[in-house]
């Protein structure tokens, strides 16, 4: 018998919802302070500032604006997770609205409300079937909004790279979807059962073609935590140093490392 097709994570609106708009609140409430010094440090995104970041997380957030604003696709054609692997085409024309975005948002806590008071209107006013059209494809406005959590997620971990002592938290909601979402698409990129990632407390998947695992323990497995599992899938931290201390990983289909990162 062919194995049964694995049935696609669905994700709560209401609480999908809420963790975008938390965590949001926390990048608001966490750069609230920064100073013009802290603004202009360097991040781990290539020439970007700390200013340049923040600007883009409001981009992010304003991505739902703006796919509002186009009419609705005919019909869904995409997945949610095809959405990671078509992030990087765009990579360019994302950069320089980053910057165009900063330096127009001399104030940029000013520029956060304002994007947050009207997500908290669109969302309040559309329903979550309503079809967007994504670089992924044509996806539900719940859908996509999960995409919006990793965004966050994402970026929130880099402010906090580039800033010492800022410590913004992660929405435990917005946390457990990046993850989920990031570990469904290695399952896409290697589908199969002979390996089995773990990063509790969010998510287990089997992949990597070979023999499947049926009972007991399996022979591959590789276990982390989800922030760890974050910065692997979006290349912040590449497999070979993290392998070891932050990721533990036994059997010889349990390297990673070629699958990685899903998205940059």
């Given at each position: 018998m062919p194995p049964a097709k694995k049935r696609a994570r669905s994700y709560d609106p209401v609480r999908t919802r809420a963790a975008v708009l938390a965590q949001f609140g926390s990048v608001r409430e966490g750069v609230r302070g920064l100073t013009a010094e802290q603004g202009a440090l360097p991040t781990r995104l290539g020439d970007w500032t700390v200013r340049e970041l923040v600007a883009h997380i409001g981009m992010a957030v304003t991505a739902v604006h703006r796919a509002l604003d186009r009419p609705a696709p005919p019909r869904q054609d995409a997945r949610v997770t095809d959405w990671p692997f078509a992030t990087s085409g765009s990579s360019a024309a994302i950069a320089a609205f980053t910057r165009d975005l900063a330096a127009e948002h001399p104030d940029l806590d000013a520029y956060l409300a304002e994007v947050e008071q009207s997500l908290r209107a669109l969302l309040g006013a559309t329903p979550g079937g309503r079809l967007l059209e994504t670089d992924a494809g044509a996806l539900p406005l719940d859908d996509y909004l999960v995409t919006r959590a990793v965004e966050l997620v994402v970026h929130t971990d880099d402010l906090n790279a580039a800033v010492p002592g800022l410590d913004v938290p992660h929405d435990r909601q917005a946390l457990a979807a990046a993850t989920r979402l990031l570990a469904d698409a290695l399952a896409v990129r290697a589908p199969g059962g002979s390996t089995e990632v773990r990063i509790p407390?969010?998510?287990?998947?089997?992949?990597?073609?070979?023999?499947?695992?049926?009972?007991?323990?399996?022979?591959?497995?590789?276990?982390?935590?989800?922030?760890?599992?974050?910065r692997l899938a979006t290349g912040r931290t590449q497999w070979a140093e993290a392998v070891g201390t932050a990721v533990r990983a036994s059997g010889e289909r349990a390297d990673l490392g070629p699958l990685l990162p899903l998205m940059a």
């Amino acid at each position: 018998m062919p194995p049964a097709k694995k049935r696609a994570r669905s994700y709560d609106p209401v609480r999908t919802r809420a963790a975008v708009l938390a965590q949001f609140g926390s990048v608001r409430e966490g750069v609230r302070g920064l100073t013009a010094e802290q603004g202009a440090l360097p991040t781990r995104l290539g020439d970007w500032t700390v200013r340049e970041l923040v600007a883009h997380i409001g981009m992010a957030v304003t991505a739902v604006h703006r796919a509002l604003d186009r009419p609705a696709p005919p019909r869904q054609d995409a997945r949610v997770t095809d959405w990671p692997f078509a992030t990087s085409g765009s990579s360019a024309a994302i950069a320089a609205f980053t910057r165009d975005l900063a330096a127009e948002h001399p104030d940029l806590d000013a520029y956060l409300a304002e994007v947050e008071q009207s997500l908290r209107a669109l969302l309040g006013a559309t329903p979550g079937g309503r079809l967007l059209e994504t670089d992924a494809g044509a996806l539900p406005l719940d859908d996509y909004l999960v995409t919006r959590a990793v965004e966050l997620v994402v970026h929130t971990d880099d402010l906090n790279a580039a800033v010492p002592g800022l410590d913004v938290p992660h929405d435990r909601q917005a946390l457990a979807a990046a993850t989920r979402l990031l570990a469904d698409a290695l399952a896409v990129r290697a589908p199969g059962g002979s390996t089995e990632v773990r990063i509790p407390p969010f998510a287990v998947v089997q992949c990597v073609e070979g023999p499947r695992h049926t009972r007991g323990t399996p022979p591959n497995v590789v276990e982390t935590d989800p922030l760890t599992w974050i910065r692997l899938a979006t290349g912040r931290t590449q497999w070979a140093e993290a392998v070891g201390t932050a990721v533990r990983a036994s059997g010889e289909r349990a390297d990673l490392g070629p699958l990685l990162p899903l998205m940059a």
